[in-house]
């Protein structure tokens, strides 16, 4: 057995652990078995253990059968026994058993037998460091905390536009320039023209991985039982390879790759060599998410090669590439992975998917026989807000807190059950940072989010989330005496309060008469939407929300008969990171016969447009008057590439 050397290893930090224990907090669950993620059964014994600092009473076997990574952990007063498949297994009956040590202290270990085994292969947490370039210290951290939780996956977001962090020997303008930029913060950078610079240059703000480090981490993680996905994105989200290379662009702008030019599969190839002779995951992650496509269609080089190659569209030209460089990877005895894109114009025969922009083309993707890991930015997405914004960093909008993480439920209404188990792999939290400059906020957004992620990977499907929260509860404080800086969620505000209780008013169940038509993307329950009596909350992405493109945003309540009116007001929503901003003004009208209006209030916003974060505003007015239509036309903000969003309309 080859596994000597980690069993010391965590015997070692059993008695870092024990000795810090904070018992005061945990003594209540100490006999509970309290950990995360929910072990798959437990038989409760009589007695209690109390684990050897060398961890001498502890007892270990791998048998070679069984599933892999599960094992049965047998708990007697005088020792513990650790029954394993395979080396990730007995690895996993180890976290358990110093969870279990940790969770209850002094008070000890209360004797059971637990069998366990990971509902799904792959658990992962995605780390950006594209965006800000974090030190290898911090991802060996966050390794420690990911092996406590039994993820196995760290995806590493080595490239894209803010800075490639990942040292390339054949291509070396990419460390000595495009990994640096002059400003620190992300928003600072784009304002001022999202441009690179020296190395040298005083205050550049970046940095990269040369092979050793990466080595060096892979070698940490597999410590850890954790395999290390590298990202390598393509075709879009490469405005930095543009800048060191524009010949490999088609005309020297944009943050597209050329997929006409041969130059462009030379790189990527070549880049690819050292990324595989660094990285020995099965799996090598090539981005394929957010291309523009645009400068493709003009292009002589890519409506060459479209004709060339019978290519229809710009969808079909993407997946060219992408397919191209499966064979490559392929051959060299990788898989591809790739976000969920990469469908588009015809998927790559043996690409695995990563469904982000929701289900649909994970559950498509799983019933056609593609590996699939499920990361819906609706319920996986950690750069989302994860409480209330007024009293939360600015982040990139949305609101994801614990609960909606924790309710997620990777196998959907749609999946074949059959093609699900072969599969459907896993789930995976990511943190994009273009919001998250910090090291401990980052660690801020990941926990506890990154515990349900853990939960629902591993654990068997029943919810209870106020199980789940006790038990988040304590890891937190377990988690902030290792020195992760964690979100309070003993301090959690929680959802909206207007949100959460239906509101009684005139135009309740109203007919809504649209001048201005809804986004299609944002069309939340059409027109029952703004009279149903409900608030949307903090999510500018929860169904109550309607989203407008147009610079106004004109729409008409029915009330049905003339009626007396007291007051009249729209909620609009501004978040800074989706760009929705408040009105300008809102004028508010009123007809008897829906068509000579006259106005009774102009309302304007006293909200500066680069407000930071996400609020709410009424605006709204006392009125005495009488009439059958309440018209609210509200003049859009002058920001650039702005929307509107509203709900409700109230009339009273
Ligand atoms: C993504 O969030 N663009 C994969
Ligand atoms: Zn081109």
């Given amino acids: 057995m080859n596994c000597i050397s980690k069993l010391a290893l965590t015997a070692a930090a059993t008695a870092a652990i024990m000795a810090s224990a904070p018992v005061s907090v945990l003594a209540d669950v100490a006999s509970g078995h309290d950990i995360i993620p929910r072990p798959t059964k437990i038989t409760e014994g009589k007695g209690v253990f109390h684990p050897a600092a060398d961890m001498s009473n502890v007892k270990t076997r791998i048998t070679g059968k069984g599933d892999p990574e599960s094992y049965l952990l047998d708990i007697t007063p005088k020792k513990a026994t650790i029954t394993a498949a395979d080396s990730a297994g007995l690895y996993y009956g180890i976290q358990t058993l110093l969870a279990l040590s940790e969770a209850g202290g002094a008070d000890g270990i209360a004797c059971a037998t637990i069998e366990d085994t990971p509902r799904f292969p792959y658990r992962g947490l995605h780390f950006d460091v594209s965006r800000h370039f974090r030190p290898v210290e911090f991802l060996k951290k966050q390794i420690d905390a990911m092996a406590a939780l039994k993820l196995n996956t760290m995806h590493l977001h080595l490239t894209d536009g803010a800075g490639w962090r990942f040292e390339v020997k054949k291509y070396p303008r990419l460390q000595e320039y495009a990994a640096w930029r002059p400003e620190r913060e992300w928003r600072e950078w784009a304002k001022n023209g999202a441009r690179y610079c020296e190395t040298d240059t005083p205050g550049a703000y970046g940095g990269y991985y040369t092979h050793e480090e990466m080595r060096d981490l892979v070698d940490y993680a597999a410590r850890h039982h954790i395999t290390v996905i590298p990202e390598i994105e393509m ?3 490469s405005d930095e390879v543009v800048a060191a290379y524009p010949e490999l662009s088609c005309n020297g702008k944009g943050g597209d790759l050329c997929p006409g030019k041969e130059a462009t599969f030379k790189f990527l190839e070549e880049v690819l060599d050292e990324t595989m002779e660094v990285f020995p995951s099965e799996l090598i992650h090539i981005g394929g998410d957010e291309a523009s496509k645009h400068a493709w269609k003009d292009c002589p080089d890519c409506k060459h090669r479209m004709q060339e190659e019978g290519l229809k569209d710009v969808d079909e030209l993407q997946s060219y590439l992408i397919k191209r460089i499966e064979r490559y990877v392929n051959a060299k005895g990788r898989r591809i992975i790739g976000w ?116 629902i990977g591993w654990s068997t499907p029943e919810k209870d989330y106020a199980d789940f929260h006790r038990r988040s509860l304590a890891k937190n404080e377990q988690m902030k005496t290792k020195g992760y800086n964690v979100f309070d969620l003993a301090d959690e505000f929680g959802e909206r309060p207007e949100s959460l209780k239906p509101v009684n008013h005139l135009a309740k169940g109203a007919k809504v008469i649209y001048n201005t038509p809804w986004w299609d993307k944002y069309e939340a329950s059409g027109d029952k939407t703004l009279t149903d009596g409900m608030y949307g909350g903090w999510s500018h992405g929860d169904p109550r929300w309607q989203g407008f493109l147009g610079k106004n945003v004109d729409i008409i309540v029915d009330l049905g008969e003339v009626k007396p009116i007291r007051y009249a007001g729209g909620s609009y929503m501004h978040s800074a990171g ?64 702005s929307c509107t969003f509203v709900d409700e309309l109230i009339v009273n």
């Fill in 235 to 237: 075709p879009g989200h």
């Fill in 340 to 455: 969920d894109e990469i469908l588009e114009g015809g998927v790559a025969p043996n690409a695995a998917v990563m469904s982000w922009r929701g289900t649909e083309a994970g559950i498509k993707s799983v019933n056609s026989g593609h590996d699939v890991v499920m990361t819906p930015g609706n319920f996986c997405y950690f750069d989302f807000t994860q409480d209330a914004p007024f009293r939360e960093p600015a982040s990139i909008g949305n609101y994801t807190p614990l609960e909606k993480v924790y309710s997620y439920e990777p196998v959907e209404d749609g999946v074949d059950p059959d093609m699900a188990a072969k599969h459907l792999k896993g789930v995976q939290g990511n943190l994009w940072t273009e919001y998250v400059t910090d090291d401990s906020h980052a660690e801020y957004m990941y926990y506890p989010r990154a515990y349900a992620i853990a939960e």
């Fill in 578 to 641: 989706p760009g929705i901003q408040l009105p300008e003004y809102v004028t508010i009208s009123v007809s008897d016969n829906g068509e000579d209006f006259t106005e009774v209030a102009k309302i304007y916003s006293d909200v500066a447009t680069d407000y930071p974060t996400i609020l709410m505003k009424e605006f709204g007015a006392p009125l005495d008057t009488r009439a059958r239509f309440v018209r609210f036309n509200a003049k859009g903000s002058r920001v650039p590439s």
